[in-house]
C-alpha cells in the first residue's frame, strides 16, 4: 500500500513538472515567471488539461488566452520564425499548414528550411508581422483535421517551433463525397479539393454558363498522384471511372477557374 501511495505521488510531481515544463515554453521565461501565481491557481486541476495521457495544447492556450497571460504583439513589425515539425504524411501536411496560415492571415512567407526523412517533415518559414501568429486558432484549425499538437517552444517573442501528430489528418476543407452521394459546388476560388471512399465511379456536370475544360487528378491518402485526367475541349458533362486507394481528388479547368464560374454537381457511384 506503502509503495502504491509513493508510486503515485512521484507520478502527480511527474506531471505537474511535465505540465509546468510545457507552460513555460509557451510563455517563455520572463512571463512564465511575472504570473507564476496565476498560472498555479489556472492549472490546478491538472487533470483537465490532459487527454488520452497526453497535454491538451488546446485547452491550455484556451486558458492562457482567457486570462490574457498569453501576449503575442510585438512592439514593432518585426520577423518571426516558425518551425513545423511534421510527424507523418509530408505533402498532404505541407498543403494543409500552407491553407491554414493564409486562413490566419499568413498569405506572405518565406521558407527558410524544409526537410523530408522518410515520412517526416521539417518546415521552417519566416514572416514578417507585428503580432506572433495565434497558437490557440493554429490548434483550432489543426484540430478541425484531426491534427493535434504534441509540443509547443517558444524562444523569446520571435522563434516558434510547433511538433504536429498528422497521423489521423484529413484535407483542410476539402469537401465531403464520403457522408454525401452529391455535391452542388459553388463559384471556386482555388481548384476543389474532395475527400472520397470507396467509390468505383464519379459524374461531374458542368453548371450552366459554364465553359469546361477538364483536369482532375486522383490522390492517396498521402496525397500522390495515382491518376489524372485532363482534356483540352469542351465537356458539359464527363464520367469517370475512381483508381483503387482514392481518397483525394483535386477537380479545376484546364485553363482558367472562371470556365466553372457557375460550379459543379458532383455525383458518386
Not at 154 to 177: F, H, K, M, P, V
Not at 178 to 192: H, V
Not at 248 to 259: G, M, Q, R, S
Amino acid at each position: 500500500m506503502i509503495r502504491k501511495l509513493i508510486l503515485l505521488v512521484t507520478l502527480s510531481v511527474m506531471l505537474s513538472a511535465n505540465l509546468d515544463t510545457k507552460i513555460k515554453d509557451l510563455l517563455g521565461a520572463s512571463d512564465y515567471n511575472t504570473h507564476k501565481n496565476l498560472i498555479n491557481h489556472i492549472f490546478s486541476n491538472e487533470a483537465n488539461f490532459y487527454t488520452n495521457n497526453q497535454i491538451n495544447y488546446t485547452r491550455i492556450i484556451q486558458e492562457l488566452d482567457n486570462n490574457g497571460v498569453l501576449k503575442l504583439n510585438l512592439p514593432s513589425t518585426q520577423n518571426i520564425s516558425i518551425t513545423f515539425n511534421i510527424n507523418n504524411y509530408p505533402k498532404k501536411s505541407m498543403k494543409n499548414l500552407t491553407d491554414i496560415l493564409k486562413t490566419l492571415g499568413q498569405h506572405t512567407f518565406v521558407t527558410t528550411e524544409e526537410i523530408t526523412v522518410d515520412n517526416s517533415l521539417k518546415w521552417t518559414i519566416q514572416i514578417k508581422t507585428a503580432a506572433a501568429m495565434s497558437p490557440l486558432r493554429l490548434s483550432q484549425e489543426l484540430q478541425s483535421i484531426n491534427c493535434s499538437i504534441v509540443d509547443i517552444k517558444r524562444e523569446g517573442d520571435y522563434n516558434w517551433s510547433y511538433s504536429i501528430d498528422t497521423n489521423n489528418s484529413s484535407i483542410y476543407r476539402a469537401e465531403d463525397l464520403i457522408n454525401n452521394k452529391q455535391l452542388s459546388l459553388k463559384k471556386p476560388s482555388k481548384p476543389y479539393m474532395i475527400k472520397i471512399a470507396d467509390a468505383k465511379v464519379i459524374t461531374i456536370k458542368s453548371g450552366s454558363g459554364n465553359i469546361w475544360y477538364p483536369n482532375v487528378v486522383f490522390y492517396d491518402n498521402a496525397l500522390n498522384i495515382i491518376g489524372i485526367y485532363d482534356e483540352n475541349s469542351l465537356h458539359k458533362s464527363l464520367k469517370l471511372e475512381v483508381p483503387n486507394n482514392t481518397k483525394y481528388i483535386k477537380i479545376d479547368d484546364f485553363y482558367t477557374l472562371a470556365n466553372i464560374k457557375q460550379g459543379l454537381n458532383i455525383t458518386k457511384e
